[in-house]
């Protein structure tokens, strides 16, 4: 299942009729500029005292590879980006697309269209279930507060699921279930990062692990 924020692909979650199923988000969003085991909560792995507490159901798990940097700024602007990427699974997986810590990491374009991928998917009667991972995340441009992280996604055992049956929408694995995003992030007044723009590349090959 891919998703990616502004061409947001849900590739192993297949359809009722085996075609994959695609979760569409805030697709070709425009960039905005800056001028200045059991549903147990799951904290961000960076340890940090204040992260956000996912309560992922037990059957949905969410991958982020972080390395620290050595650079403050730029493992905040990571963190908070991990953060993002958490709470568009939970929204999904909760079929809630008006969750606070997704108010909290997510603004403009970015926000309003995950909101319109996770609304399709509710009208669908569809969640989500299995494994996402991200991985190979970097900060590669910052000024002031604006950032570009540049990231993986890997969906190969990422699926739909109905919500009322809780029948698992399998498909095979794909090229397409590798994505290559490259995320937008604005620092927010009280000193938070927030995703505002995500483009994003299905069948990266940069991305493919197999």
Not at 15 to 34: F, L
């Amino acid at each position: 299942m891919a998703l990616a924020v502004a061409v947001t692909l849900l590739t192993a979650c297949g359809s009722s009729d085996d075609e994959p199923d695609r979760i569409t988000g805030a697709k070709d969003s425009a960039a905005e500029s800056d001028d200045s085991p059991s549903a147990s909560p799951s904290p961000a792995a960076d340890g940090d005292a204040d992260a956000p507490e996912f309560d992922f159901p037990e059957d949905v798990e969410v991958e982020v590879e972080s390395e620290p940097t050595g650079d403050g700024a730029e493992d905040a602007i990571l963190r908070d980006h991990g953060y993002a990427v958490q709470s568009i699974r939970l929204g999904y997986a909760k079929q809630d697309p008006r969750l606070d810590v997704l108010e909290q990491y997510l603004g403009g374009n970015a926000l309003q269209g995950w909101r319109a991928g996770i609304d399709k998917f509710v009208a669908d009667g569809k969640t989500v279930s299995g494994t996402v991972r991200y991985y190979d995340r970097e900060v590669t441009s910052r000024k002031g507060g604006v950032a570009t992280v540049e990231y993986c996604e890997d969906q190969t055992n990422s699926y739909a699921k109905m919500a009322d049956s809780g029948k698992v929408l399998k498909t095979e694995p794909s090229p397409d279930d590798f994505i290559r995003h490259v995320s937008t992030m604005r620092s927010t007044e009280d000193g938070r990062w927030q995703m505002v723009h995500e483009s994003d590349e299905q069948g990266a090959a940069q991305c493919r692990t197999s």
